[in-house]
């Protein structure tokens, strides 16, 4: 028989995949970032320096698609903003947390294990429709494709 999930096994558990989700969206939108970033400056420095074809031409020409792609996804799919979300619910959970470890607030009575789960239930459920809206929809994609055969 499996042994019950108690209420702050559950909290460290939801903390920990909401902690997980914060650090890839943090990292990928770094990622991106330096891709934009490097990419941008790199392109008109070799078309500067160089007169050999494949440095002043070809590698430009894949940084700048490159910068391209990057901003592009950045813009779609909002790591950053991701992160900020998944990295707020984080700290409110591990406040929860605290609270009920040491006793404060509505973690004063008996009914503090309830309480804990409650709490970090609805925060798991309000941080599903905090992120909702920054799943591309159909409308936002179908406008790109328009926009791309405007070019």
Same mark, same amino acid.
């Given at each position: %028989?499996?042994?019950? $999930?108690?209420?702050? $096994? ?8 909401? #902690? /997980? ?20 400056? !790199? ?23 490159? #910068?391209? !792609? ?5 813009? !779609?799919?909002?790591?950053? $903003? ?13 406040? *929860? ?12 009575? *008996?009914?503090?294990?309830?309480? !804990? ?12 429709? *905090?992120? %909702?809206?920054?799943?591309?929809? #159909?409308? /936002? ?11």
């Amino acid at each position: %028989m499996e042994k019950k $999930e108690t209420p702050l $096994e559950y909290s460290v558990r939801i903390k920990n995949g909401i #902690a /997980e989700k914060a650090k890839k969206n943090k990292g990928l939108s770094t990622f991106l970032f330096l891709v934009v970033l490097i990419s941008t400056v !790199l392109s008109p420095a070799l078309i500067l320096i160089s007169d050999h074809f494949y440095l002043s031409k070809v590698l430009p020409s894949i940084l700048t698609a490159g #910068a391209a !792609l990057a901003s592009y996804w950045i813009q !779609l799919r909002k790591p950053h $903003e991701r992160w900020v979300i998944y990295r707020t619910a984080q700290r409110e959970i591990e406040f *929860e947390i605290d609270q009920y470890q040491f006793g404060n607030g509505d973690y004063s009575d *008996e009914k503090k294990d309830n309480t !804990l789960a409650n709490k970090v239930c609805k925060r798991a459920l309000q941080l599903h429709y *905090e992120w %909702m809206p920054l799943v591309p929809k #159909a409308e /936002e994609l179908q406008n790109i494709k328009m926009n791309q055969n405007e070019l």
